[in-house]
């Protein structure tokens, strides 16, 4: 397949991918109601634009619905004091549309779905990277139709964004993988701490990645220099980062790094109506309804937060296994996650994430497409593994995301990141079917991942399918180490 030839199919699919995305955004989601991290999100958007800074937002009201759980806070709100609810990425770039007067909640919206639609086109770029323009193109369609890449798109919350940022992250982990020097490792460095600013727990992701990377991809390489690689890598990071950190760590009372939200959301998750009952293993309202913060700095109150969910998971540590295999259950849509047919049901995952602000029609997709893609995303991490293609970028978004939601609880929007890799790994399945029972529809020369992916890429132009002969082949069309097979 030609260069030309991948970034037409890409741009049709890329365009796909936005009209799905458009159709959602104004026909299901336009009349929603801002509340939760949307309404977070865009005042702090607004405030930035209007030179108040990162600010904590307020309501002047809101109204009561169903299960206590504000679901209108109106559209107008009150600045509370300078903030860092969440890392700051994400209301800025929103902030820039702000700026030139798109500051309505709708123009918030497009503006979300503009970085939904970026992340199909990145994912093109990663499946061809991590095997050929084919998979590349298939996992650029699997994210265009993929609800769960498109469902928080006109919502308003970071995920969207999250997404893109993983999805760029494992791109240059492959590009640094293949081509290990110091340029593609300040590279992925500066990626990381892109990421680190659009979601706090992004900052594990890194060891999860270049430790490997640094082992496994520099074989014969001088164990300094690999130190040398790995801390300049994480000094590229911790440099993009370190404004932000600097302004919390010379604001707030507490030491507060990216943001100081992880006792509210630890203890969100963390008393009897979460611990037993229904709606283990998820969040309730009344964990927090009955707290009385102190009137004080914001990392105050979440070390508030963060006491009263420790102290109750003391108290309750015998249970503690169960609720975290529930939230695991939760996340993964494995425990009582509902169907995408049939009535809701008390304690369904799938009832909650309705309550989250996802329709009811599109929560129901995403479930039908999550099941069908789990098992072909677990076989295509068994197929990059058996043709010594490293696995440790794209196996560390799932790791990551189990652990968030053990530490707080198991809501599916958690695993948004992760998708990345459910969607690339699944596209290397769906290739290795097109290949098995379409042969002669299969390219029939080594990929070479083109021009750009890198100075290492080699192989014919036309791209394709590595020959299954020599086992040493790898998809790039050049011998690759066992050492790679991380």
């Not at 914001?298 to 070390?303: E, M, N």
């Not at 929560?363 to 010594?388: D, E, H, N, T, Y």
Request: aromatic share 12%.
């Amino acid at each position: 397949m030609t260069r030309r030839r991948f970034y037409l199919l890409l741009g049709l699919i890329v365009l796909l991918g936005f009209g799905i995305r458009m159709a959602y955004l104004l026909l299901v989601k336009w009349d929603q109601p801002i509340w939760g991290d949307a309404f977070t999100y865009h005042y702090t958007a607004n405030g930035i634009a209007d030179g108040l800074g990162i600010q904590s937002w307020v309501p002047d009201t809101f109204k009561q619905l169903v299960d206590r759980v504000p679901q209108n806070w109106g559209r107008h709100a009150n600045a509370n004091g300078i903030a860092a609810e969440n890392p700051p990425l994400f209301p800025i770039y929103l902030s820039a549309f702000s700026f030139v007067g798109l500051r309505s909640f709708h123009a918030h919206m497009v503006a979300q779905t503009l970085l939904g639609t970026a992340s199909v086109f990145v994912m093109g770029l990663v499946g061809r990277k991590v095997m050929s323009p084919r998979v590349g193109l298939l996992a650029a369609l699997i994210a265009a139709v993929y609800a769960n890449f498109w469902i928080y798109d006109p919502l308003v919350i970071s995920e969207s964004m999250g997404i893109l940022a993983g999805a760029l992250m494992v791109l240059m982990a492959y590009r640094a993988w293949d081509d290990p020097k110091l340029g593609n490792m300040l590279w992925l460095g500066l990626t990381f701490g892109i990421a680190g600013l659009v979601r706090s727990e992004f900052g594990l992701l890194m060891p999860l990645v270049v430790i490997p990377l640094v082992i496994r991809a520099m074989p014969g390489q001088a164990v300094m220099k690999r130190l040398g690689y790995l801390f300049a890598s994480g000094a590229v990071a911790l440099l993009v980062v370190s404004p932000w950190v600097v302004r919390n760590l010379t604001t707030f009372d507490r030491p507060t790094f990216l943001s100081h939200d992880a006792g509210l959301s630890l203890r969100s998750g963390a008393c009897d109506e979460a611990f037993y009952g229904a709606s283990v293993g998820w969040w309730s309202p009344e964990c927090v309804i009955h707290g009385h913060p102190p009137d004080a700095d914001p990392s105050v109150r979440d070390d508030y937060w963060r006491d009263l969910a420790t102290d109750y998971i003391s108290d309750n540590l015998d249970r503690f296994p169960v609720v975290a295999l529930a939230r695991l259950g939760r996340m993964w849509e494995v425990y009582n996650p509902g169907t995408p047919w049939g009535e809701l049901g008390n304690g369904q995952t799938l009832a909650f994430t309705i309550v989250e602000g996802r329709s009811e029609k599109a929560a129901r997709l995403a479930l039908a497409q999550a099941w069908i893609l789990f098992p072909m995303s677990i076989a295509g991490f068994v197929i990059l593994w058996r043709r010594k293609r490293p696995v440790a970028p794209l196996l560390a978004l799932p790791l990551l995301v189990s652990f968030v939601s053990l530490f707080a609880f198991g809501s599916p929007r958690y695993r948004s990141v992760a998708e990345v890799a459910i969607v690339t790994t699944a596209a290397v399945t769906f290739d290795a079917l097109i290949t098995r029972f379409w042969p002669k529809r299969s390219p029939a020369d080594p990929d070479a991942a083109s021009s750009d992916s890198g100075p290492t890429d080699t192989g014919p132009p036309d791209g394709g399918q590595p020959d299954a002969d020599p086992p040493s082949a790898g998809p790039t069309g050049r011998a690759e180490p066992e050492l790679q097979s991380v």
